[in-house]
Antibody, heavy 127, light 108 residues
Framework: QVQLQESGPGLVKASETLSLTCTIS????????WSWIRQSPGKGLEWIGY???????NSNPSLKSRVTMSFDRSKNQISLNLKSLTAADTAVYYC?????????????????????WGQGTLVTVSS | EIVLTQSPGTLSLSPGERATLSCRAS???????LAWYQQKPGQAPRLVIY???SRATGIPDRFSGSGSGTDFTLTISRLEPEDFAMYYC?????????FGGGTTVEIK
């Protein structure tokens, strides 16, 4: 049974960088795409980006300039860094495994559906 | 990006009744690449349907999905107490993937 657990600071200051980690058990990072998704009252569910064990990443154009993702194979973890935080980044952040992804006509990987999800971690950005 | 609009915002029904949830896309969703999730308070979303009509593992057969193009539907044939929750649709036919705003299914 695959389980994911997010961890990180619950409170961060505006203009700083958020760092989150997702620890995966029951499956190896290798061979799957892993995504970060956030949920806020104002914007609902928003896909942040994915990482593949090869190091390939892609992120939502709305966040691309502020997002960095990485992984630690030895710890079976993926990580998310989001810089230049504002109050609009206050949300519950989830990590999730992707399934059903595919390559489009130009060879770009397209994310599929998400299953399972971690329990989520609430991040509040304070001024 | 594709905008998904879910309706109604809230559905008030009694256990045993049929629930019909709608998800409409701002443009056609290629290959019916649409998923549905259930979310209960304080929990993460749980996959219910993928590829518009395929039930996820462990999902009872009272849940069914249908639709194509821009109009998709999630139907719960007979509501059980554990089905009262928020439901979201998600499209993955176009990048970036996007989610609908959700429909709350509440006990009448």
């Amino acid at each position: 049974q695959v389980q994911l657990q997010e961890s990180g600071p619950g409170l961060v200051k505006a203009s700083e960088t958020l760092s989150l980690t997702c620890t995966i058990s029951g499956a190896y990072i290798s061979g799957y795409y892993w995504s970060w998704i956030r949920q806020s009252p104002g914007k609902g569910l928003e896909w942040i980006g994915y990482i593949y064990y090869s190091g390939s990443t892609n992120s939502n154009p709305s966040l691309k300039s502020r997002v960095t993702m990485s992984f630690d194979r030895s710890k079976n973890q993926i990580s998310l860094n989001l810089k230049s935080l504002t109050a609009a980044d206050t949300a519950v952040y989830y990590c999730a495994r992707e399934s059903g992804g595919y390559f489009d006509g130009s060879g770009l990987y397209m994310s599929g559906w998400f299953d399972p999800w971690g329990q989520g971690t609430l991040v509040t950005v304070s001024s | 990006e594709i905008v998904l609009t879910q309706s109604p915002g809230t559905l008030s029904l009694s256990p045993g009744e049929r629930a019909t949830l709608s998800c409409r896309a701002s443009q056609s969703v290629s290959s019916s690449y649409l998923a549905w999730y259930q979310q209960k308070p304080g929990q993460a979303p749980r996959l219910v349907i993928y590829a518009a009509s395929s039930r996820a593992t462990g999902i009872p057969d009272r849940f069914s999905g249908s639709g194509s193009g821009t109009d998709f539907t999630l139907t719960i044939s007979r509501l059980e107490p554990e089905d009262f929750a928020m439901y979201y649709c998600q499209q993955y036919g176009s990048s970036p993937v996007t989610f609908g705003g959700g429909t709350t299914v509440e006990i009448k």
